[in-house]
């Protein structure tokens, strides 16, 4: 097996970036991402994030969770922020019809989720905390720039970003792992170019940098990971 080379960003798109499945379709796919994601650090890194940028004596936390899929790093907010005391919101956003009517079956309190595009967002429509869980991979060339930006403006607090490291390890271990587990053509095929869309750490900092954003606050954790804080 030949590895693809790691010294950029692929520039090649995922499928699920080129092709809307049928809900269905979709709910099977994110369910086993989702258990994916959980054995390979889940929502722990996001949650870390958020803990970071409370300020002592807050009372109440609005969040925007920024391409949302079926909602549960969104639940997992949510549940988190309770668990606190805080009076909490969250709201979810997807380009993608199927994947917000399916993270709209998850109905509670505090949750709510639409069908947006984070650069159409209404002036004034402000959040506490953006988030974007394994989001901002998707966001090619510039355009991830211009996404963190835009989520920046939007936070009063911070953002919040939990992402891939692109790393050979990385890559033959998730391809390993999806082709002996799933039959999922999603899955089989984007798992691993996700990796090859991951980035380093002097990627992210120039994102920030390029953005006019403060420095970031970067660690990594496992598996393959980045946490990434930017304060207002």
Same mark, same amino acid.
């Given at each position: 097996?030949?590895?693809?080379?790691?010294?950029?960003?692929?520039? &090649?798109?995922?499928?699920?970036?080129?092709?809307?499945? &049928?809900?269905?379709?979709?709910?099977?796919?994110?369910?086993?991402?989702?258990?994916?994601? %959980?054995?390979?650090?889940?929502?722990?890194?996001?949650?870390?994030?958020?803990?970071?940028?409370?300020?002592?004596?807050? %009372?109440?936390?609005?969040?925007?969770?920024?391409?949302?899929?079926?909602?549960?790093?969104?639940?997992?907010?949510?549940?988190? &922020?309770?668990?606190?005391?805080?009076?909490?919101?969250?709201?979810?956003?997807? =380009?993608?019809?199927?994947?917000?009517?399916?993270?709209?079956?998850?109905?509670?309190?505090?949750?709510?989720?639409?069908?947006?595009?984070?650069?159409?967002? =209404?002036?004034?429509?402000?959040?506490?905390?953006?988030?974007?869980?394994?989001?901002?991979?998707?966001?090619?060339?510039?355009?991830?720039?211009?996404?963190?930006? &835009?989520?920046?403006?939007?936070?009063?607090?911070?953002?919040?970003?939990?992402?891939?490291?692109?790393? *050979?390890?990385?890559?033959?271990?998730?391809?390993?792992?999806?082709?002996?587990?799933?039959?999922?053509?999603?899955?089989?095929?984007?798992?691993?170019?996700?990796?090859?869309?991951?980035?380093?750490? *002097?990627?992210?900092?120039?994102?920030? %940098?390029?953005?006019?954003?403060?420095?970031?606050?970067?660690?990594? %954790?496992?598996?393959?990971?980045?946490?990434?804080?930017?304060?207002?």
């Amino acid at each position: 097996m030949s590895l693809p080379s790691f010294g950029a960003r692929s520039g &090649a798109l995922e499928l699920m970036d080129t092709q809307e499945p &049928a809900v269905d379709e979709l709910r099977g796919t994110l369910r086993e991402l989702g258990l994916i994601n %959980r054995r390979l650090g889940g929502h722990a890194v996001t949650l870390e994030g958020m803990e970071a940028l409370l300020p002592p004596g807050l %009372r109440r936390l609005r969040v925007l969770d920024v391409g949302c899929g079926d909602g549960e790093a969104a639940a997992e907010i949510l549940v988190w &922020a309770e668990s606190r005391g805080l009076a909490a919101e969250v709201h979810g956003i997807d =380009p993608s019809d199927a994947a917000v009517r399916l993270s709209g079956e998850r109905t509670r309190p505090g949750l709510s989720f639409s069908r947006r595009n984070l650069f159409e967002l =209404p002036p004034g429509e402000d959040y506490d905390v953006v988030h974007a869980g394994l989001m901002l991979h998707h966001c090619p060339g510039a355009s991830a720039s211009r996404a963190l930006s &835009a989520m920046h403006a939007r936070a009063r607090l911070g953002v919040v970003v939990n992402d891939l490291h692109r790393h *050979p390890l990385a890559w033959s271990g998730i391809r390993a792992l999806t082709r002996a587990l799933s039959d999922d053509r999603f899955i089989r095929h984007d798992a691993p170019l996700s990796v090859l869309r991951g980035f380093r750490r *002097p990627e992210l900092e120039a994102l920030c %940098r390029d953005s006019g954003l403060p420095a970031p606050e970067l660690s990594w %954790r496992w598996a393959f990971r980045w946490l990434m804080v930017v304060r207002r």
